[in-house]
C-alpha cells in the first residue's frame, strides 16, 4: 500500500521499503526514474538499526545530535538497504522525523517507510491533502494531518563527509 502523509514541509508518498512492487509504484506514479534512491523515515531510532549496524559509536552518537528532527543524513548503505531504495548510490537517505503523521505511520507499520515528496517529477510537490488526490487519486491511502513549519523540504548531509546535498 502507498501512502500520502504531511511531513515537516511537503506531503510526502511512502510505503515499506522491502516491498519492491510498492517503491516502484511510486515512481511509476511520480514520473521518475529509478535511479534516484528514496529517504526512509520513522519517528523512532530503533527502526533504523538495521541500517546503522555497521557503523561506529562516534558515527551513531553524529547522527544521534541532529536527531530526532528535520534533517536527513545520507549514510553509507549496508546489505539491509535494498537496491530499489538506494538507487545508483551506495548511500541511503535516513531521517527521525518529530511530524505526528510520521510517527503514527511509522509506529503502525512498525517500520520505516519510504519518504519522496507527493508530486510529478519537476512539478512542485503538494501542500495539502486535497492536491494529492488530485494528483494521484485513489492509487494513494491518504493520512490526514497538517504540514510542519518548515518552508522546504529537509536539509540533507552527507555523515561521512559532512557535505551538504540539499540545504
Known amino acids: 500500500m502507498i501512502y500520502a502523509y504531511?511531513?515537516?514541509?511537503?506531503?510526502?508518498?511512502?510505503?515499506?521499503?522491502?516491498?519492491?512492487?510498492?517503491?516502484?509504484?511510486?515512481?511509476?506514479?511520480?514520473?521518475?526514474?529509478?535511479?534516484?534512491?528514496?529517504?526512509?523515515?520513522?519517528?523512532?531510532?530503533?527502526?533504523?538499526?538495521?541500517?546503522?549496524?555497521?557503523?561506529?559509536?562516534?558515527?551513531?552518537?553524529?547522527?544521534?545530535?541532529k536527531w530526532p528532527g528535520a534533517h536527513t543524513w545520507l549514510v553509507p548503505a549496508n546489505?539491509?538497504?535494498?537496491?530499489?531504495?538506494?538507487?545508483?548510490?551506495?548511500?541511503v537517505a535516513l531521517r527521525q522525523s518529530i511530524h505526528p503523521s510520521i510517527i503514527e505511520l511509522s509506529e503502525k507499520l512498525n517500520s520505516v517507510i519510504t519518504s519522496t515528496s507527493a508530486n510529478i517529477s519537476s512539478e512542485p510537490p503538494a501542500k495539502n491533502a486535497d492536491e494529492v488526490r488530485n494528483l494521484f487519486g485513489d492509487e494513494v491511502s491518504i493520512l490526514e494531518?497538517?504540514?510542519?513549519?518548515?518552508?522546504?523540504?529537509?536539509?540533507?548531509?552527507?555523515?561521512?563527509?559532512?557535505?551538504?546535498?540539499?540545504?
Open 79 to 91: 546489505y539491509n538497504v535494498p537496491s530499489w531504495i538506494k538507487g545508483d548510490s551506495d548511500f
Open 6 to 65: 504531511p511531513t515537516e514541509g511537503v506531503w510526502g508518498l511512502g510505503c515499506l521499503p522491502d516491498s519492491e512492487k510498492d517503491v516502484k509504484k511510486i515512481f511509476f506514479l511520480k514520473q521518475r526514474t529509478l535511479d534516484k534512491g528514496l529517504i526512509l523515515v520513522s519517528g523512532h531510532f530503533c527502526h533504523f538499526d538495521p541500517y546503522l549496524s555497521h557503523l561506529s559509536i562516534d558515527l551513531i552518537k553524529k547522527i544521534k545530535s
Open 145 to 167: 494531518g497538517e504540514l510542519g513549519g518548515a518552508d522546504k523540504p529537509t536539509p540533507i548531509q552527507n555523515l561521512i563527509t559532512d557535505e551538504w546535498i540539499r540545504k
